[in-house]
């Protein structure tokens, strides 16, 4: 996926990469609040996240990726 730096995704790349994040945060047995926290957000945005239904930006992909200490190409590829 190419996408701008400020820009968002499309509906369905949100619905692949939302489903990557909570792999990567169950696989790291974090919970939703756990993770919110350390994001400096709320459970619930970051529910809309994993569910595909809020919007987010290149940068906050970038630092879910930096607080789960994965790359951030592994939830680009959004080959399922």
Do not use: C
Request: avoid cysteine; charged fraction near 30%.
């Amino acid at each position: 996926i190419q996408v701008p730096l400020h820009s968002s995704f499309p509906y369905k790349s949100r619905q692949i990469i939302g489903k990557k994040i909570k792999q990567v945060r169950e696989k790291k047995q974090l919970t939703l609040e756990q993770l919110a926290d350390l994001l400096g957000t709320d459970r619930q945005h970051i529910w809309n996240i994993e569910a595909g239904r809020k919007n987010f930006t290149m940068d906050y992909l970038d630092r879910i990726a930096k607080v789960l200490d994965v790359s951030l190409s592994e939830f680009l590829n959004t080959n399922i």
